[in-house]
């Protein structure tokens, strides 16, 4: 029912973590709904408008971890902008999510938007 890379983004989640929320440079983003079931944050480090660093924690199915974990590396070295044009589409079709798992990777696209408005926020 899944494929093979899905599944071994969930068996093998990348930069599973969390960074420094107090640094300047670290920008932080969470959605999703504790009543739903599916929770995402996302830590983005910035430095010269580049992302240098990428960890996520997700409480959720094995569509979020796998949209997470996907988009963590579809992003890191990326510049802001660059990242911001990953959108969920192409995570659905890499992982080849199935219908009832889309809204993960729409998730995963909107914690990387908190987090650049977060770090964005934080930079004035």
Sequence with gaps: ?????????????????SLDENDKNVGSGMVGSPVCGDMLK???KIENNIITDVKF?????????SSSSLMTEKIMGKTIEEALKVKNKEL???LELPKLKIHCSVM?????????????EKNK
């Design 92 to 94: 659905v079709e890499e």
């Design 108 to 120: 995963a696209e909107e914690a990387i938007e908190k987090a650049v408005e977060n770090y964005r």
């Design 57 to 65: 924690k997700t409480f959720g199915c094995g569509g979020a971890i």
């Design 42 to 44: 996302f830590y983005l």
């Design 1 to 17: 029912m899944f494929s093979k890379k899905m599944m071994d983004h969930c068996e093998n989640p990348r930069n599973v973590g």
